[in-house]
């Protein structure tokens, strides 16, 4: 199995650990509405497009909203559990690029269940999900620093680094340390629940804290 079937797979288990209406890190959004959201991003072209395409959000949020509203209760919460769990179509743009796509998108999914109802220990992720994860995080990660004008360096526990972004003229470079799977959820914009620590001179760490806040 690659990363991002064995991920997948996590992403089912945990949703299937919680009820329906469990909180998640995604705001607004209860374990139910993740699912949905999972289910209709790989079968739905205008709910995938919604993601990138600001136009397209609000129709893409009212399907997974209905299709939520569908799965209230146990069973058919089970049901549309097992259709995340399913691969979508040969057919879909989402089989062909499944590990690049999908790995970091499972992971940040599976802990947005996980941790949506407060803290709980970290996952021991084994080394090749680390890799996996790691390289694709530039990518993943670039997105969310796109008007962030410092400079950024991440650092591993384990003293491996990628210089992720150059400063702006006047700015300086902050750092963002942590294990992999906390910085991932740091860059997807889950920094509250992460456990990362950004450092850097004040100012800089202020500005990035404003678009990335950390605990």
């Known amino acids: 199995m690659t990363w991002h079937e064995i991920e997948r797979a996590q992403l089912a288990e945990a949703l299937l650990d919680v009820a329906p ?9 209860e374990a139910r509405h993740l699912a949905a959201h999972v289910v209709l991003r790989e079968r739905s072209p205008m709910v ?6 600001p136009a397209l959000s609000a129709r893409a949020e009212a399907a997974i909203a ?5 799965a209230v209760t146990e069973g058919a919460y089970r049901d549309l559990v097992a259709r995340v769990a399913d ?5 879909h743009p989402a089989s ?3 590990e690049s796509m999908n790995v ?3 992971f940040v999914h599976t802990e947005d269940v996980r941790r949506g109802a407060g803290p709980v220990p970290a996952r021991e992720l ?6 996996a994860l790691w390289s694709h995080l530039p990518r993943a990660g670039a997105g969310r620093l796109r008007t962030v004008p410092v400079g950024v360096v991440l650092v591993r526990d384990d003293g491996i680094r990628h210089h992720l972004r150059t400063p702006k003229p006047d700015y300086g470079t902050v750092v963002v340390r942590g294990d992999t799977g906390e910085i991932v959820l740091y860059l997807l914009g889950r920094g509250a629940a992460a456990d990362v620590r950004v450092e ?3 100012d800089d760490v202020a500005t990035i804290e404003a678009v990335l806040p950390s605990r």
């Open 200 to 202: 850097g001179e004040a």
């Open 66 to 70: 209905k299709l939520a509203d569908q």
């Open 104 to 106: 970091i998108e499972f």
């Open 48 to 53: 995938g497009a919604g993601v990138a395409v």
């Open 21 to 29: 209406d469990a909180p998640t890190l995604c705001e607004g959004w």
């Open 87 to 91: 691969r979508p179509a040969r057919w």
């Open 96 to 98: 062909w690029v499944g």
């Open 126 to 131: 084994d080394a090749g999900l680390v890799e």
